[in-house]
């Protein structure tokens, strides 16, 4: 098995390589939903499921989507992660989770699983194009309400619009749906985070991926001559936000599993010799507990409406984003743990701060995911990278999983 997932290893690298030069931007890598360049990527991926012996279509949503099948009515599993990317993306955030599934498709032939693998390259996870993320794996649950699909891009065509094109230019395309016989849905992911690179481990577990919350706080005070306002007689929104800020840095800093943080901050008038009269702050805040999350996010602006008084200023708070936490399957959970053992490597647990497709899927299927370590940490970035052995541990685990699901799906029909 070790030389087959070696060999497998080295050729989704290969593939990983060459999906990087499907870009809409020359220079650096950059795909959205429905694009040129996710046409070319569709094109390249179409071919490697083709070769490892599936029935592949794309559907109404722009997924790509694989069916490997030996039987018919088989119980299926669907191994899928995101085609698109950021802008001035690393090669493999997404898109060596769709690229493992297709090699596990290769490596389990030989077996002859009483199986079905559904491989799925979600069209959008990213959000880039309409702000709005999890486009594809939310138009196969059937979670896209008519406001959503009436979000417009740079161009000012919606969601709807967009489609409506595609489809035109797809007539073939299929219904976005789950089928009936799927029996679940594992997603092979970067960490994209530092933890298993410090721990020196390859694979990990993900118990749940964190709940977030999304918002603005727009401290308001006054403007005035920053040469003749006295410092006491002064409303300084700046100052304000200032103070606010390193409150929610110590919070979450004495909080397990909390992240916090200020990502934007915008100031007016923006004068070197005026006091300013307005600080507008982003806040994202994530705990695997929502109770955690909401009780941090409570103290937070308590903080925030405290200092405002204390200085005279006015606070407008806006809430963008709650999404909440989500678990991941128990079941398929214990059979990643085994599955990583079995195939001869640790099997930590660990949380995941960044959201992913499984999030949107795990409410309508029983969900897993396996994070591979990220050296140095570093995603949504050029520099991004993964080894070589971490991909082949992967192979190595996968394998095993779909036999542990091969078994637990057998127990199921003769119960």
């Known amino acids: 098995m070790k030389l087959v997932a070696a060999q497998l290893a080295a050729s989704v690298l290969k593939r990983c390589a060459a999906l990087a030069a499907c870009t809409d ?14 046409e070319e990527c569709h094109q390249l991926v179409r071919v490697w499921m083709t070769e490892a012996g599936m029935t592949v279509h794309i559907d109404n949503a722009g ?55 559904e491989v799925i390259g979600f ?36 969601i709807v619009q967009a489609l409506a094109q595609y489809r035109a230019m797809h007539p073939e395309v299929q219904l976005s749906d789950i089928y ?3 029996h679940g849905y594992l997603e092979f992911h970067i960490e994209q985070g530092p933890v298993l690179d410090q721990q020196k481990l390859p694979l990990a577990v993900v118990d749940a991926i964190a709940g977030q919350s999304r918002l603005t706080f727009a401290f308001h005070g006054k403007a005035a001559h920053a040469g003749t306002t006295p410092m006491h007689l002064r409303q300084d929104a700046l100052v304000a936000a200032a103070e606010w800020i390193s409150f929610v840095e110590k919070t979450a800093a004495a909080k397990p599993g909390l992240v916090a943080t200020v990502g934007q901050i915008t100031c007016e008038p923006s004068a070197a010799n005026v006091i300013p009269a307005t600080a507008k702050c982003s ?10 999350r909401e009780a941090a996010l409570c ?32 079941g398929l959970i214990h059979l990643a743990e085994q599955a990583i053992k079995l195939a001869g490597y640790p099997a930590p647990h660990i949380i995941s701060g960044a959201g992913h497709d499984a999030m949107i899927l795990a409410p309508h299927l029983p969900s897993a995911m396996i994070f591979l370590r990220t050296p140095g940490g570093l995603s949504h970035h050029p520099d991004e990278s993964v080894h070589k052995e971490d991909v082949q541990a992967a ?21």
């Not at 931007?25 to 996710?38: D, H």
């Not at 649950?141 to 065509?157: F, G, M, P």
């Not at 192979?395 to 119960?415: D, H, P």
Request: aromatic share 4%; hydrophobic share 40%; no cysteine.
């Open 63 to 117: 997924n790509l989507r694989g069916l490997y099948a030996p039987q018919p009515n088989l119980p299926r599993i669907i191994l899928a992660s995101h085609l698109d990317t950021v802008p001035n993306a690393g090669a493999y955030d997404g898109i060596l989770g769709v690229l493992l599934g297709i090699a596990l498709v290769e490596a389990i032939q030989p077996l002859k699983l009483d199986i079905a693998i």
């Open 180 to 182: 009936p016989d799927t």
């Open 25 to 38: 931007k020359p220079g650096q890598t950059l795909r959205t939903f429905l694009s040129p360049a996710m």
């Open 299 to 330: 103290e937070i602006q308590q903080q925030a409406e405290k200092i405002a008084s204390q200085r005279n200023i006015d606070l407008e708070v806006k809430k963008h984003y709650d999404q909440p936490a989500t678990l991941m399957d128990s």
């Open 123 to 158: 069209s959008d996870e990213e959000g880039v194009r309409y702000s709005i993320p999890f486009l594809g794996s939310r138009a196969i649950t059937h979670t896209l309400d008519n406001r959503t699909l009436e979000q417009l891009d740079a161009e000012k065509i919606s």
């Open 395 to 415: 192979i190595e685990t996968g394998i095993v999983f779909l036999e542990l699901f091969q078994k637990e799906s057998r127990n199921q029909r003769i119960a």
């Open 283 to 292: 806040l994202d805040i994530r705990h695997a507990s929502d109770v955690e």
